[in-house]
């Protein structure tokens, strides 16, 4: 009886064994060892992205807005916010950022400038007709500043040129107003103001983002034989 039992349990075993043999996962204990190989390299490959996000996210997130600027943020083409001085945090990559001078400029009408600094004048811009039908070479210098940083961007492709064909318009209206000796004299400043007015004026209508800071008659006297024959 003790020899049958001794041979069942021999049996068993050499079933169980059998069993083992014949796993649907002969080699579980290898896959294992592959799966965890995967894992690190995911895990890797995760590390390696996240780094990257952190890299692009302190290079193209933050930024900073100096105090004579703002800056426009935009997603899409759609308008998010405006800054102002300061350092501030975007979206990276899907959110642009535009910075805008908010300084006063200056520019001269009738005249420019050389590369060596001397004035030279511009016929075309300068030569105004008068009340009285004379012609008046008359040299003005603009300042201004854009008041809103939106419309400048967006609202026009050149606001410069606009400004620049404002004021001449401008100017043409009101000198041809005065006779050739107040513009040269006694009507400067009424000229000068009348003219910032209307600029002022045109720029709300137009919207382009800018004003008129002020506006000062430079020089004036009657053209030369040359610069006449010229205009």
Do not use: C
Request: no cysteine.
């Amino acid at each position: 009886m003790a020899d049958r039992t001794v041979i069942d349990g021999e049996s068993r075993e050499i079933n169980e064994q059998d069993k083992r043999k014949r796993s649907p996962f002969p080699h579980m204990k290898g896959e294992r060892g592959g799966g965890g190989k995967i894992s690190r390299i995911i895990r890797t490959v995760v590390l390696v992205i996240l780094g990257l996000l952190v890299l692009v996210t302190l290079w193209d997130g933050f930024y900073s807005v100096d105090e004579q600027e703002n800056a426009v943020v935009t997603m899409f083409g759609e308008l998010v916010r405006t800054d102002t001085a300061g350092p501030h945090f975007k979206l990276p990559i899907i959110q642009r950022v535009r910075k805008v001078d908010m300084t006063t400029h200056g520019i001269g009408i009738g005249y420019a400038v050389t590369g060596n600094g001397q004035n030279i004048t511009v016929p075309e811009d300068g030569i105004m007709i008068t009340s009285d039908f004379n012609l008046l070479n008359i040299d003005f210098y603009l300042e201004y500043k854009v008041s809103d940083p939106v419309a400048y961007l967006f609202n026009t492709l050149d606001p410069e040129e606009i400004l620049t064909n404002i004021t001449l318009a401008s100017i043409r209206t009101v000198v041809v107003n005065y006779t050739v000796d107040e513009a040269m004299t006694t009507g400067k400043s009424q000229i000068q103001a009348e003219i910032k007015s209307l600029i002022a004026q045109e720029l709300t209508e137009h919207n382009i983002g800018m004003q008129v800071v002020n506006i000062t008659i430079q020089d004036s006297e009657p053209p030369t034989e040359e610069i006449i024959a010229a205009f």
